[in-house]
């Protein structure tokens, strides 16, 4: 088929800090697209596709295998978080602040993951 990989993207008024924070705090490998513009090399991905009532979206979430502890380990580095996991049915989740006003979800799914 030809396609090798997914690229996401984030918008921020602060991309320099929310770079920091993958390269500092997740410690994600990247390379220098050029000017400090870093590209990070994510973990295994899945998309799902949800039915909308006629709006268009995308979100981007991390998945991990236990919420309590990956939010424990990501507070001692900085991250703060919107407030304790909470039950959504398909998992345990929360959200990442990060700079700029970006929020990403976390979760511990409840559903099998194809990664």
Same mark, same amino acid.
């Given at each position: 088929?030809?396609?090798? =990989? ?11 800090? /929310?770079?920091? +924070?993958?390269?500092? /705090?997740?410690?994600?490998?990247? /390379? ?16 799902? +596709? ?32 919107? =407030? ?15 700079? =700029? ?15």
């Amino acid at each position: 088929m030809g396609i090798i =990989g997914t690229h996401n993207l984030l918008y921020s008024p602060e991309p320099d800090a /929310v770079r920091a +924070v993958f390269r500092d /705090v997740l410690g994600y490998e990247h /390379v220098n697209a050029g000017e400090g513009w870093l590209i990070f090399k994510l973990p295994p991905a899945e998309v799902g +596709v949800h039915p909308s009532d006629g709006d268009t979206s995308h979100a981007m979430s991390f998945i991990c295998d236990e919420i309590t502890s990956t939010m424990a380990e990501l507070g001692a580095k900085g991250i703060e978080f919107t =407030g304790p996991p909470e039950d959504h049915g398909y998992g345990l989740v929360t959200y990442m602040k990060l700079p =700029g006003g970006l929020q990403i979800q976390l979760y511990e799914p409840r559903h099998p993951t194809a990664i």
